[in-house]
C-alpha cells in the first residue's frame, strides 16, 4: 500500500490526512511490519511538517524514532527524538517532553549507555507526574528497571518494577503482563535476567497511546 496524501487545500485537511498517513504507520508498528511503518510515518512526518503544526511534528519526530530503534537503527532513532524533544521544550508540552525522554532513555540503554538512559527516565517522571500521563510515568519506572537491573543493582530494579506494575495495572495496560513477569523472575532466580524486554517488539503504549 503507498501511503501517499492527496492533495488537500486547506491546512486543516492537510493535518487531518497526515495524521491518518501517520496513525496508519503507528498500526504497522504494533503489527511489526516495520518498513511499511517507515514509509508511512515518513511519508506523514512530511506532509506535518508542511502544514506547521508543531506538536504534530513533535510526535512524528517520537514515532520515527521508535521505529528507527526497534529495528536497531539507533542513530536514527535518536536523531529523531531529540528533535522530538526539542521541539516538545519549545512549545510547552511537558506530556510530550515526558515521552521524548523516555525515548530517549530507551534508546540509551538498548546502547549500552546506562547513565544517560537512569538520567532520561529519571528526568521523565515529575513531569508525567505533573501532567498526570500515567503511563508515561509508568514507563519511566519500567525503563529503570530494566536499566538498574542491567547494571547489576537487582533491588532498585525491585522497586521501580513495583511501581510499575501499580500503575499499568491501575489504568489497565497489557504492560503489567510483562512486568509481572519481570517480578516473578526476580523472585526465583539467582542470578536473573528478564526474557522479556522492550526492546524486543513493538511497544504498546498511549501515544497508540497514540502509539498506544
Known amino acids: 500500500m503507498e501511503a501517499r496524501p492527496r492533495n488537500c487545500g486547506c491546512p486543516g485537511d492537510r493535518e487531518r490526512v497526515a495524521g491518518l498517513v ?15 511503518a517507515l ?10 511538517c508542511n502544514t506547521g503544526v508543531r506538536r504534530g511534528e513533535c ?23 531529540r528533535e522530538g524533544l526539542q521541539i516538545s521544550c519549545d512549545i510547552g508540552d511537558r506530556q510530550l517532553e515526558a515521552e521524548s525522554l523516555n525515548g530517549l532513555g530507551d534508546i540509551c540503554h538498548d546502547a549500552g549507555r546506562s547513565e544517560e538512559a537512569i538520567t532520561y527516565y529519571t528526568s521523565a517522571l515529575p513531569l508525567a507526574s505533573a501532567c498526570g500521563d500515567h503511563h508515561q510515568y509508568a514507563r519511566a519506572h519500567d525503563g529503570l528497571g530494566y536499566t538498574h537491573l542491567a547494571n547489576g543493582n537487582p533491588d532498585a530494579a525491585r522497586d521501580h518494577w513495583t511501581e510499575a506494575l501499580t500503575v499499568y495495572e491501575k489504568i489497565g495496560v497489557p504492560e503489567a503482563e510483562r512486568v509481572r513477569v519481570c517480578l516473578t523472575e526476580l523472585e526465583v532466580a ?4 528478564p526474557t522479556v524486554d522492550p526492546a524486543s517488539g513493538p511497544e504498546i503504549s498511549p501515544y497508540t497511546r497514540d502509539a498506544r
Do not use: K, W
Open 59 to 81: 510526535r512524528s519526530h517520537y514515532h520515527l524514532g521508535a521505529v528507527y530503534r526497534l529495528t536497531g537503527r539507533l542513530i536514527e532513532a535518536e536523531e529523531h527524538t
Open 39 to 48: 514509509r508511512c510515518l515518513l511519508t506523514g512526518f512530511e506532509s506535518m
Open 190 to 193: 539467582d542470578d536473573p535476567q
Open 22 to 36: 501517520h496513525n496508519l504507520g503507528i498500526a504497522y508498528q504494533h503489527l511489526g511490519r516495520y518498513d511499511d
